[in-house]
């Protein structure tokens, strides 16, 4: 992906749906799950249409996201889901597009090269062990928020001002977590940036 960052059109891919769940999170943060089929609508609300690889990968993380999302005990229907509940279903989102992607396409080319490696890993834990590695880098929604609230004079003029809504900050968060996730942003670049 640093050698060339529009391979596989997976930048550009997951920044839209990036941009698709902040949307999405908005409404969430409203309503709530609506209804068993939360996660078909969900898929295709985030993953869109497309038919490449890196679509159907997108789709197959908000999809496992939306599931995970409705497994959590603090998720219920009909009601409101809480702001930490949306920064994990960005999360999850943002790490199972590289699980996924890994597991359609790399996981794919190094069986090929390591033919011993299904024997090894039949199930794909290494696309998962790299997902869960990706979560760790990712910035959160919930952490950058408490940040402004904290460079706020008061609390009152965030509230005031609709910029700063979970929803807006995942939004403006979408590059940096599409880089990170991807690793087109590293650690130290973060670091430089955030200086």
């Given at each position: 992906?640093?050698?060339?960052?529009?391979?596989?059109?997976?930048?550009?891919?997951?920044?839209?749906?990036?941009?698709?769940?902040?949307?999405?999170?908005?409404?969430?943060?409203?309503t709530g799950l609506d209804?068993?089929?939360?996660?078909?609508?969900?898929?295709?609300?985030?993953?869109?249409?497309?038919?490449?690889?890196?679509d159907a990968a997108i789709?197959?993380?908000?999809?496992?996201?939306?599931?995970?999302?409705?497994?959590?005990?603090?998720?219920?229907?009909?009601?409101?889901?809480?702001?930490?509940?949306?920064?994990?279903?960005?999360?999850?989102?943002?790490?199972?597009?590289?699980?996924?992607?890994?597991?359609?396409?790399?996981?794919?080319?190094?069986?090929?090269?390591?033919?011993?490696?299904?024997?090894?890993?039949?199930?794909?834990?290494?696309?998962?062990?790299?997902a869960d590695h990706v979560?760790?880098?990712?910035?959160?929604?919930?952490?950058?928020?408490?940040?402004?609230?904290?460079?706020?004079?008061?609390?009152?003029?965030?509230?005031?001002?609709?910029?700063?809504?979970?929803?807006?900050?995942?939004?403006?968060?979408?590059?940096?977590?599409?880089?990170?996730?991807?690793?087109?942003?590293?650690?130290?670049?973060?670091?430089?940036?955030?200086?």
């Open positions: 992906m640093r050698e060339d960052p529009a391979a596989f059109g997976l930048y550009d891919a997951t920044y839209a749906a990036g941009e698709r769940l902040a949307d999405v999170m908005a409404t969430l943060a409203e209804g068993t089929d939360f996660p078909a609508r969900f898929t295709v609300l985030i993953g869109g249409e497309g038919g490449t690889v890196t789709r197959r993380a908000a999809a496992e996201a939306a599931q995970r999302l409705m497994r959590h005990p603090e998720a219920t229907a009909g009601g409101a889901l809480s702001g930490g509940l949306l920064c994990l279903l960005y999360e999850w989102f943002f790490a199972g597009v590289v699980a996924e992607f890994l597991k359609a396409v790399v996981a794919e080319k190094v069986k090929l090269v390591v033919p011993v490696l299904p024997v090894l890993d039949p199930e794909d834990h290494i696309a998962d062990w790299v979560l760790k880098l990712l910035p959160s929604p919930c952490d950058e928020a408490a940040r402004l609230v904290e460079k706020a004079e008061t609390a009152q003029s965030v509230v005031e001002d609709p910029a700063v809504t979970l929803p807006e900050v995942a939004r403006a968060l979408v590059p940096r977590t599409a880089g990170r996730a991807l690793g087109l942003i590293t650690e130290q670049d973060a670091g430089e940036e955030a200086a």
